[in-house]
């Protein structure tokens, strides 16, 4: 009830100073609910004059693109004054390929309005206003932020709905601190009808400028999917203030880089050990080490993963960031301040490899040590004399402290942070002894090697199951190599043609290729099955992640071997699994087929990246393809070439002896 | 231009102020509290039962009573495509309904129910509600209310005040007159025909149907104007409603091409108004217009889309002059092209 009573205090003493000449008798017998009323129309009527209209003056492929998806569309839009000249509006209203809007004045004229500078980590754009244009607006009082109080009244402005008059939503401030430190929340009804206006207090003065913040929450990508949810986002003014000078110089702001991958990929329970740390990073360049762990950022101590998120998500380029890492060494655990300037881009990520394949295992931390299958044929471990039974106990950069691996996962993550040409220093057991090995550091071959060891023989004849899930009407078949105590399993995830109106008889049909390569590699076989008979679509992507969720409750599952591959309509299927399911794929196959159009190709990263094969029929690959590979391999994936495959029946052998090689170091 | 801060006429505003001198005036002396304004209000709502199931459409909705003697107003919907149509009172008490009469435009009907003395909304030609003007909406939303149980009240201020450009689907919804959007979610299923109240308990609008804004798609939250309402009331019930609007007149569309116009083709719905070319002698060419202006205006009135020119040039009078505006170069050029001449519709 304290809160409510503060409310009350805040909103008379609002009413009197916005409302000039009105007098505190003249409320005095009014009730609170219209005492609210009144305060939330004068607390609009003093921040009107700085809330324009925004309308497109170009053509956005992307948004046209966009258009044909469901996801709101913009058209006209809102912006908000925030100093004399400025109007900030929102990359939905502007989007990137844009350079200019139109503002419509209050009194109803229309200027031209160029993007000065754009700010791409919170989604706001900065267009200019001629002084002429500018002299009819009004300049807002910034709400100070350390004023805001979860719980007070907030107003929602935009002229998106009407020119003439701003449109107004009322809700409290939920938090004031969202979207990884970016945002403040509200409830207040945010939308498309007033992307750009300000979150004003009940006293006139703004606290945000409202935007489409995309929450980091799986399946969301443009923030839009929360309109008139209840969850709401505006960036505090104040933060927008402090960048101005910085858009006014033409600048486009990005997010800063730290360049460094954790050794968990859960944010919310795992601290931040840092797994791979890229060469040429700011991490790198600022000391930070493989199997460091960050402790403090800025000053604030920090715990999980998520927690240095929140420190440098709300930086940009440029600004630097004060860590202190905790790193073990011969005379116990140390720490170390260290200072990094974040950075735009990263080059992108190429994967090395050392040439070994360790034996599969389904968890992290096992054997003390990480057990060599089989080397690389001609590999860099082939030349270092490494063979297969040999235990790599302990690993370190050209003249490091050695770091001991107890999981292939922690060993990928520190071979993934070495760049091809340097060396590694393996400590590798072989016969109750240990030695030091120094293994070259190469690239990754694009080619699958014609000979690989095989797991251990499955003990049964290979099955062929139903990956049932709740609510998944049609779930995807599974080819299983035989006897449920063989070693884990490697994963491909195959597309073939949509399996047709037909009944059960037919989806086996299908599965008929797959039982001999399955169960000689060990490899599980996933065929999904078409929710609609005559296409894939995009339900299917949903079902395939369902049924990976059943088949790891049936079964181990190697993580570092999982595939998606599809041939004709049913590549196009495969790389958005692989892109739904980000880091747990490693490998995708196209056969007959090119990326789908809304193909997402994001530079690599240590911990992701893809191993791309083309291939297919001498007559049936798309022209686009060839263009595919190219932008894939500048985006730093690996990507390599499937021997042409003959008739329809799928390349099994192929697939999964790739399957296999996927887990190589 | 509508004021910011109209939610009481001026009058009532001195009338307020008398009333704090101690002077009787028609305010009541005491005020409710906002619980029970909403009480006494949803005694005049009503949960209506006709047909549903069908392709996932809902058998129910709301209703307010607007006479003792059983008037319901409620909108048009497939819930009322029914042998048999229910009213549930707050009370409990179950009226069956006759559907009297349907107003397609405004996509409202009328049923009545026989009951006498019946709690109901004095419905009149209101003022107009202003941005900012709070409001309680009650609806049987999701039909969650059953029984003697009450509509559900949501809190919520009027965001605007704009006319209904709205779609469902395909289908452009008829009504084109003004409403109020309302900042709190009342597009839900059963909420149609939900009274829209003021603090006070007047009836203030009635939650429309089911939209999306036709330019941007999200999901509308609107009400039809209790003045409007009205309207439509006293149409219904002396049985001169409009007949639905011809579909061309709906959806009025003039050819650009008439005033020697040519935009780039019509790849999609949303393809931007550029120009392709004007036609030699025309008053487009006499204006100036040339290949790749961006139309962004016509006669004051946004236009994103192809489509868009073609309705805004339907809205300017025959005869009216028509002022093109467009993006050349990234400057903003009015180009004048004289009266708008007839025909030109498809």
């Given at each position: 009830?304290?809160?409510?009573?503060?409310?009350?205090?805040?909103?008379?003493?609002?009413?009197?100073?916005?409302?000039p000449?009105?007098t505190?008798?003249?409320?005095?017998?009014?009730?609170?609910?219209?005492?609210?009323?009144?305060a939330?129309?004068?607390?609009?009527?003093?921040?009107?004059?700085?809330?324009?209209?925004?309308?497109?003056a170009?053509?956005?492929?992307?948004?046209?693109?966009?258009?044909?998806?469901?996801?709101?569309?913009a058209?006209?839009?809102?912006?908000?004054?925030?100093?004399?000249?400025?109007?900030?509006?929102?990359?939905?209203?502007?989007?990137?390929?844009?350079?200019?809007?139109?503002?419509?004045?209050?009194?109803?004229?229309?200027?031209?309005?160029?993007?000065?500078?754009r700010?791409?980590?919170?989604?706001?754009?900065?267009?200019?206003?001629?002084?002429?244009?500018?002299?009819?607006?009004?300049?807002?009082?910034?709400?100070?932020?350390?004023?805001?109080?979860?719980?007070?009244?907030?107003?929602?402005?935009?002229?998106?709905?009407?020119?003439?008059?701003?449109?107004?939503?009322?809700?409290?401030?939920?938090?004031?601190?969202?979207?990884?430190?970016?945002?403040?929340?509200?409830?207040?009804?945010?939308?498309?009808?007033?992307?750009?206006?300000?979150?004003?207090?009940?006293?006139g003065?703004v606290?945000?400028?409202?935007?489409?913040?995309?929450?980091?929450?799986a399946?969301?990508?443009?923030?839009?999917?929360?309109?008139?949810?209840?969850?709401?986002?505006?960036?505090?003014?104040?933060?927008?203030?402090?960048?101005?000078?910085?858009?006014?110089?033409?600048?486009?702001?990005v997010?800063?880089?730290?360049?460094?991958?954790?050794?968990?990929?859960?944010?919310?329970?795992?601290?931040?050990?840092?797994?791979t740390?890229?060469?040429?990073?700011?991490?790198?360049?600022?000391?930070l080490?493989?199997g460091?762990?960050?402790?403090?950022?800025?000053?604030?101590?920090?715990?999980?993963?998520?927690?240095v998120?929140?420190?440098?998500?709300?930086?940009?380029?440029?600004?630097?960031?004060?860590?202190?890492?905790?790193?073990?060494?011969?005379?116990?655990?140390?720490r170390?301040?260290?200072e990094?300037?974040?950075?735009?881009?990263?080059p992108?990520?190429?994967?090395?490899?050392?040439?070994?394949?360790?034996?599969?295992?389904?968890?992290?931390?096992?054997?003390?040590?990480?057990?060599?299958?089989?080397?690389?044929?001609?590999?860099?471990a082939?030349?270092?004399?490494?063979?297969?039974?040999?235990?790599?106990?302990?690993?370190?950069?050209?003249?490091?402290?050695?770091?001991?691996?107890?999981?292939?996962?922690?060993?990928?993550?520190?071979?993934?942070?070495?760049?091809?040409?340097?060396?590694?220093?393996?400590?590798?057991?072989?016969?109750?002894?240990?030695?030091?090995?120094?293994v070259?550091?190469?690239?990754?071959?694009?080619?699958?090697?014609?000979?690989?060891?095989?797991?251990?023989?499955?003990?049964?004849?290979?099955?062929?199951?139903?990956?049932?899930?709740a609510?998944?009407?049609?779930?995807?078949?599974?080819?299983?190599?035989?006897?449920?105590?063989?070693?884990?399993?490697?994963?491909?995830?195959?597309?073939?043609?949509?399996?047709?109106?037909?009944d059960?008889a037919?989806?086996?049909?299908?599965?008929?290729?797959?039982?001999?390569?399955?169960?000689?590699?060990g490899?599980?076989?996933?065929?999904?099955?078409?929710?609609?008979?005559?296409?894939?679509?995009?339900?299917?992507?949903?079902?395939?992640?369902?049924?990976?969720?059943a088949?790891?409750?049936?079964?181990?599952?190697?993580?570092?071997?999982?595939?998606?591959?599809?041939?004709?309509?049913?590549?196009?299927?495969?790389?958005?699994?692989?892109?739904?399911?980000?880091?747990?794929?490693?490998?995708?196959?196209?056969?007959?087929?090119?990326?789908?159009?809304?193909?997402?190709?994001?530079?690599?990263?240590?911990?992701?990246?893809?191993?791309?094969?083309?291939?297919?029929?001498?007559?049936?690959?798309?022209?686009?393809?060839?263009?595919?590979?190219?932008?894939?391999?500048?985006?730093?994936?690996?990507?390599?070439?499937?021997?042409?495959?003959?008739?329809?029946?799928?390349?099994?052998?192929?697939?999964?002896?790739?399957?296999?090689?996927?887990?190589?170091? | 231009?509508?004021?910011?801060?109209?939610?009481r006429?001026?009058h009532?505003?001195?009338?307020?102020?008398?009333?704090?001198?101690?002077v009787?005036?028609?305010?009541p002396?005491?005020?409710?509290?906002?619980?029970?304004?909403?009480?006494?209000?949803?005694?005049?709502v009503?949960?209506?039962?006709?047909?549903?199931?069908?392709?996932g459409?809902?058998?129910?909705?709301?209703?307010?009573?607007?006479?003792?003697?059983?008037?319901?107003?409620?909108?048009?919907?497939?819930?009322?495509?029914?042998?048999?149509?229910?009213?549930v009172?707050?009370?409990?008490?179950r009226?069956?309904?006759?559907?009297?009469?349907?107003?397609?435009?405004?996509?409202?009907?009328?049923?009545?129910?026989?009951?006498?003395d019946?709690?109901?909304f004095?419905?009149?030609?209101?003022?107009?509600?202003?941005?900012?003007?709070?409001?309680f909406?009650l609806?049987?939303?999701?039909?969650?209310?059953?029984?003697?149980?009450?509509?559900?009240?949501?809190?919520?201020?009027v965001?605007?005040?704009?006319p209904?450009?709205?779609?469902?689907?395909?289908?452009?919804a008829p009504?084109?007159?003004?409403?109020?959007?309302?900042?709190?979610?009342t597009?839900?299923?059963?909420?149609?025909?939900?009274?829209?109240?003021?603090?006070?308990?007047?009836?203030?609008?009635?939650?429309?149907?089911?939209?999306?804004?036709?330019e941007?798609?999200?999901?509308l939250?609107?009400?039809?104007?209790?003045?409007?309402?009205?309207?439509?009331?006293?149409?219904?019930?002396?049985?001169?409603?409009?007949?639905?609007?011809?579909?061309?007149?709906?959806?009025?569309?003039?050819?650009?091409?008439?005033?020697?116009?040519?935009?780039?083709?019509?790849?999609?719905?949303?393809?931007?108004?550029?120009?392709?070319?004007?036609?030699p002698?025309?008053?487009?060419?006499?204006?100036?217009l040339?290949p790749?202006?961006?139309?962004?205006?016509?006669?004051?009135?946004?236009?994103?889309?192809?489509?868009?020119?073609r309705?805004?040039?339907?809205?300017?009078?025959?005869?009216?002059?028509?002022?093109?505006?467009?993006?050349r170069?990234?400057?903003?050029?009015?180009?004048?092209?004289?009266?708008?001449?007839?025909?030109?519709?498809?």
């Amino acid at each position: 009830m304290r809160a409510a009573a503060v409310r009350t205090i805040v909103l008379v003493a609002a009413v009197g100073a916005a409302a000039p000449g009105a007098t505190a008798d003249a409320f005095a017998g009014a009730d609170a609910f219209t005492l609210e009323e009144r305060a939330f129309q004068a607390a609009a009527a003093r921040v009107a004059g700085a809330v324009v209209r925004i309308e497109p003056a170009a053509a956005s492929t992307a948004a046209v693109g966009a258009a044909a998806e469901a996801a709101p569309a913009a058209g006209a839009s809102t912006g908000t004054v925030v100093a004399p000249g400025a109007v900030i509006t929102t990359e939905f209203a502007v989007p990137r390929d844009v350079t200019q809007a139109i503002v419509v004045l209050p009194g109803g004229g229309r200027r031209a309005a160029p993007v000065v500078g754009r700010d791409a980590s919170r989604g706001l754009v900065l267009l200019g206003l001629d002084a002429e244009a500018a002299a009819g607006l009004v300049v807002p009082e910034p709400a100070p932020r350390a004023d805001l109080a979860v719980g007070q009244w907030t107003l929602a402005l935009g002229r998106t709905w009407d020119a003439s008059t701003p449109s107004v939503a009322v809700g409290m401030l939920s938090a004031t601190s969202r979207a990884w430190g970016r945002a403040v929340q509200t409830d207040a009804s945010i939308s498309p009808a007033n992307y750009g206006g300000p979150l004003v207090d009940v006293r006139g003065r703004v606290i945000g400028i409202l935007a489409p913040v995309p929450a980091d929450t799986a399946g969301m990508t443009s923030g839009t999917e929360l309109y008139d949810s209840g969850i709401g986002f505006a960036v505090p003014l104040e933060d927008v203030l402090r960048v101005l000078p910085a858009l006014r110089e033409g600048r486009t702001l990005v997010p800063g880089i730290l360049g460094v991958g954790y050794a968990s990929r859960d944010p919310f329970t795992a601290p931040a050990t840092v797994a791979t740390c890229r060469t040429g990073s700011p991490a790198a360049r600022a000391g930070l080490r493989t199997g460091d762990t960050i402790v403090a950022a800025d000053g604030r101590p920090v715990s999980r993963i998520a927690e240095v998120r929140n420190v440098l998500a709300p930086k940009y380029a440029g600004d630097t960031v004060e860590l202190v890492v905790e790193r073990r060494g011969a005379a116990g655990p140390t720490r170390v301040p260290l200072e990094a300037t974040l950075a735009a881009t990263l080059p992108p990520w190429r994967r090395p490899m050392i040439g070994i394949v360790p034996a599969r295992v389904a968890a992290a931390g096992s054997a003390g040590g990480v057990e060599v299958d089989w080397v690389w044929p001609d590999g860099p471990a082939a030349r270092a004399g490494l063979v297969r039974g040999d235990l790599v106990t302990a690993v370190a950069d050209e003249g490091g402290e050695p770091q001991p691996v107890d999981s292939p996962t922690l060993l990928a993550g520190f071979i993934g942070g070495l760049e091809a040409g340097r060396t590694a220093t393996l400590v590798v057991r072989r016969d109750g002894a240990e030695r030091t090995v120094a293994v070259d550091v190469a690239p990754l071959p694009a080619l699958v090697p014609a000979g690989v060891a095989n797991p251990p023989a499955a003990s049964g004849p290979p099955t062929v199951e139903r990956l049932e899930a709740a609510e998944v009407a049609r779930p995807p078949l599974a080819v299983l190599p035989g006897g449920k105590a063989g070693p884990p399993l490697g994963v491909l995830v195959y597309f073939g043609p949509p399996p047709g109106p037909g009944d059960g008889a037919a989806a086996r049909q299908a599965a008929e290729p797959w039982l001999d390569a399955a169960a000689r590699h060990g490899v599980a076989v996933v065929l999904p099955t078409a929710a609609d008979p005559q296409r894939w679509g995009r339900d299917d992507v949903a079902a395939v992640a369902r049924g990976l969720d059943a088949l790891r409750a049936r079964r181990p599952v190697d993580p570092r071997r999982v595939a998606v591959a599809g041939r004709g309509p049913g590549g196009a299927c495969a790389w958005l699994v692989a892109e739904a399911l980000g880091p747990a794929v490693g490998g995708a196959a196209l056969l007959d087929a090119a990326l789908p159009r809304q193909a997402t190709v994001e530079p690599t990263e240590p911990g992701r990246s893809l191993w791309v094969l083309f291939g297919g029929s001498l007559t049936g690959a798309p022209a686009k393809a060839a263009a595919d590979r190219a932008l894939l391999g500048d985006r730093g994936y690996q990507v390599g070439l499937l021997p042409d495959v003959l008739g329809d029946a799928p390349p099994a052998e192929e697939l999964c002896r790739w399957v296999e090689s996927l887990g190589v170091l | 231009m509508r004021p910011l801060c109209p939610g009481r006429p001026p009058h009532c505003r001195r009338a307020l102020l008398a009333a704090v001198a101690g002077v009787a005036c028609g305010l009541p002396a005491v005020a409710a509290t906002p619980g029970e304004t909403i009480v006494a209000a949803a005694r005049k709502v009503v949960k209506v039962h006709g047909a549903g199931g069908v392709r996932g459409l809902e058998g129910y909705q709301t209703g307010v009573l607007v006479s003792p003697a059983g008037h319901v107003v409620t909108v048009m919907s497939t819930v009322l495509d029914a042998d048999e149509i229910d009213c549930v009172l707050d009370d409990g008490r179950r009226f069956r309904a006759r559907l009297q009469g349907v107003d397609p435009r405004r996509e409202l009907a009328l049923l009545t129910i026989d009951g006498d003395d019946l709690p109901a909304f004095a419905l009149e030609e209101a003022e107009p509600l202003g941005v900012g003007s709070r409001v309680f909406a009650l609806s049987n939303l999701f039909g969650v209310a059953v029984g003697d149980e009450r509509v559900s009240a949501q809190l919520g201020v009027v965001a605007a005040v704009v006319p209904l450009a709205a779609r469902r689907g395909a289908y452009e919804a008829p009504f084109r007159g003004e409403v109020y959007v309302l900042d709190c979610t009342t597009n839900n299923p059963g909420s149609p025909g939900g009274a829209v109240i003021a603090g006070d308990g007047r009836l203030v609008g009635v939650l429309g149907k089911e939209l999306r804004a036709a330019e941007s798609g999200v999901w509308l939250n609107y009400a039809l104007p209790a003045a409007e309402v009205w309207r439509s009331y006293r149409e219904l019930l002396s049985g001169t409603a409009a007949p639905p609007p011809p579909a061309d007149a709906a959806a009025a569309v003039f050819d650009p091409a008439a005033l020697g116009v040519v935009l780039v083709p019509d790849l999609l719905d949303k393809t931007p108004p550029f120009v392709e070319s004007t036609l030699p002698g025309s008053a487009a060419a006499r204006a100036g217009l040339g290949p790749d202006d961006l139309l962004v205006a016509v006669n004051g009135r946004a236009v994103s889309s192809r489509a868009a020119v073609r309705q805004a040039l339907a809205l300017v009078p025959e005869g009216d002059a028509v002022r093109i505006t467009v993006v050349r170069r990234g400057a903003i050029v009015d180009c004048d092209l004289g009266p708008r001449p007839a025909g030109g519709g498809r």
